[in-house]
């Protein structure tokens, strides 16, 4: 029995071989590329597994930690708002070459211009990537993200977290 020659739903298994292993090596190196990694090929690909792996866990408790950091933050903001204390706070979070900072000030403690916080944060380092501020209440919440401005240097989140709470205080 004579197959049709146009039939494109029968392919040689070593077309689909061939064509799974390069889907798999593709994944393999969006995967490396999403793990900042070197390219998969100068790493076995279990190395490369175990470093994903590695990576997400240490992403999901970094997600863990700043979930209940911000809770913390919410309910210092609410109690802050009822009882009218004086509320200055500072956060400096640093993972791999990448901050975060978050400022809550109250608006009639000091005036703090924008500028003098994104030069604190330059001068530890970083590069500002992206910032937004808003305001509740009497209160004004600034979100600053950075990176590291040479990765081997690094980032001195001490010294931008000392110099941010010199300048709230």
Do not use: C
């Not at 799974?20 to 190196?29: A, I, Q, T, V």
């Not at 969006?30 to 690909?45: F, H, I, V, W």
């Not at 600053?144 to 010199?166: M, T, V």
């Amino acid at each position: 029995m004579k197959r049709p020659s146009g039939s494109s739903s029968h392919r040689p298994p070593a077309a689909m071989e061939k064509q799974r292993r390069d889907r798999m090596k593709n994944l393999y190196s969006k995967l490396a590329s999403l793990l900042r990694l070197q390219s998969y090929e100068r790493m076995p690909l279990l190395g490369l597994l175990e470093k994903a792996t590695d990576s997400i866990k240490r992403w999901k408790e970094m997600v863990e930690r700043l979930t209940a950091r911000k809770k913390e933050l919410e309910n210092e903001l609410r109690g802050a708002m009822s009882n009218e204390i004086n509320l200055n706070v500072v956060q400096v979070s640093e993972m791999d070459s990448n901050l975060e900072v978050n400022l809550i000030i109250k608006s009639s403690n000091k005036r703090i211009e924008l500028l003098r916080v994104l030069n604190i944060i330059e001068q530890g380092g970083a590069e500002i990537i992206n910032y937004s501020l808003s305001s509740m209440g009497q209160n004004t919440h600034y979100t600053i993200h950075a990176q590291a401005l040479y990765s081997r240097f690094g980032i001195d989140s001490s010294l931008i977290e000392y110099n941010l709470k010199q300048l709230v205080s």
